[in-house]
């Protein structure tokens, strides 16, 4: 069973708890959540697909490899952890 | 005379009102994100919201900015396949499909009709009062767009857009560093209009007068008389009698010629104001003497109005939306990069210190 969860500071924009969460990739699984949630899309990706610079998208602890497209495969008991990188001032 | 000011600030929204005892700060929100740009269209304020991680947000208030809602920002359609990939001149690498930043707001003549210029280039309208946004792809692929670069940003940006007052589907974009675009049918064609601009760093053999490169920090237009406009370039100040059509350079301005901002009087379009700096790879006030400078008769000279501003040393800047006028030409704003708010309500002959501890100050706006 994969898991999904959110960073607290994301959180205070958009109100997503750890949930349960399916798809063969990364990037299929959020669609599901996005489509539930469209306003969350904005916040991680760039108009273009591609994760936002400043935010991070970790699988199972480990950085996901496709940043362009989130293609990395999801694994059964995948856990991704999204949260943002030390930006701005 | 406007009584209230909305501020965009790099830690949120501020807004003072007038009353009989004088300015006082009535409302705040957005408190540590980035605000880098406002619009109050006939009483609905709209804000860009630049959160660090997240990206730009659009947000909507009805009621003066006491609360506000989320709607989506403009965005970028996707590539299309067959769309070649328009190369940034600096750095050869793709400009992307991205919104990258919310740089100018603007009414686009009837109430809820809303124009958005953006980095990295790119021009959005709206008819539904924010509602939904879409590119105006007869701008957004122009075949000049592979000349426009980035001034101060990594890419392209539309900072000014100036709607004609009388005929709505007159617009005069500008945009850095890509001169001026007009159009006279609402955005569906476009043609370019920087022409006598030019930068004095580069021979007009190396493209220095070429209208596609120029950099005019920010552009305005006079409402009553909609034919003039004027720039405050990287290189100088610019005058128009045509339309943005073509421009005259105004030289031998005191302190400096450098600046951001610009405004003109509403109601006569000899006077205008602009806050000089020391060019340009510098930016501060020239001296450290902070000033405003004003003409009366169209760019023949200039007054440099300082009472009630800081003498030096004073390293307070203007950024190019942080100099406004309200609408009877009386009354006048500015907000510095050092969180210092100053106003005016004698056309610039004196002015008022409201505050020297907000945050660096983005946007000024006169409801």
Not at chain 2, 263 to 283: G, I, L, N
Request: hydrophobic fraction near 35%.
């Amino acid at each position: 069973m994969a898991f999904i969860a959110l960073t607290p500071h994301l959180q205070s924009h958009v109100d997503v708890d750890r949930r349960e969460i399916v798809g063969a990739t990364v990037r299929e699984a959020l669609d599901k959540l996005f489509a539930e949630n469209p306003r969350l899309k904005s916040y991680l990706l760039e108009d273009n697909g591609a994760v936002r610079k400043h935010v991070a998208v970790f699988l199972n602890g480990e950085s996901v490899k496709d940043r362009a497209k989130l293609t990395d495969p999801l694994p059964p008991d995948g856990e991704i952890f999204i949260m943002q990188a030390l930006s701005g001032g | 005379m406007s009584d209230r000011i909305d501020l965009g600030t790099r830690k949120g929204f501020f807004s003072y009102q007038r009353d009989a005892s004088g300015w006082k700060l009535t409302t705040q929100a957005f408190l540590g994100q980035h605000v880098p740009m406002l619009l109050n269209d006939g009483g609905t304020l709209y804000a860009a919201v630049e959160l660090g991680h997240f990206g730009t947000k659009f947000h909507r208030s009805t009621d003066g900015g006491n609360t506000w809602e989320e709607l989506a920002a403009p965005a970028y359609p996707p590539k299309p396949d067959d769309a070649p990939d328009v190369l940034d001149p600096w750095r050869n690498t793709p400009v992307p499909w991205t919104l990258e930043k919310i740089w100018s707001l603007e009414s686009a003549g009837e109430p809820g009709h809303l124009w958005c210029g953006t980095i990295p280039g790119g021009l959005f309208r709206s008819n539904n009062h924010g509602e939904s946004w879409e590119l105006v792809r007869s701008l957004w692929d122009r075949p000049e767009r592979a000349h426009w670069s980035g001034g101060g940003y990594d890419h392209p940006g539309i900072h000014s857009i100036c709607v004609h007052p009388d005929d709505p589907d007159k617009i005069a974009v500008g945009i850095s560093c890509a001169g001026v675009w007009l159009s006279d049918d609402g955005g569906e064609t476009w043609a370019q209009g920087a022409h006598g601009m030019r930068y004095d760093f580069l021979p007009e053999e190396q493209g220095g007068a070429d209208p596609e490169g120029q950099d005019p920090h920010r552009m305005v237009r006079c409402a009553a008389a909609p034919d003039r406009l004027w720039v405050q370039h990287h290189c100088g100040i610019y005058r128009s009698d045509d339309g943005a059509r073509s421009w005259t350079e105004i030289k031998g301005v005191s302190p400096s010629a450098f600046g951001f901002a610009v405004v003109v009087h509403p109601k006569d379009p000899d006077t205008a104001w602009f806050v000089p700096a020391r060019k340009d790879e510098f930016r501060y006030p020239v001296d450290g003497k902070f000033v405003v400078t004003r003409t009366r008769d169209g760019g023949k000279s200039f007054e440099t109005l300082s009472h009630g501003l800081p003498p030096a040393p004073a390293f307070d800047l203007a950024y190019r939306h942080g100099l406004d006028i309200d609408p009877t030409g009386e009354r006048l704003a500015v907000g510095s990069t050092t969180g210092s708010l100053w106003i005016s309500e004698d056309q610039g002959d004196t002015w008022q210190h409201l505050s020297a501890h907000l945050p660096p100050i983005y946007c000024v706006r006169f409801a």
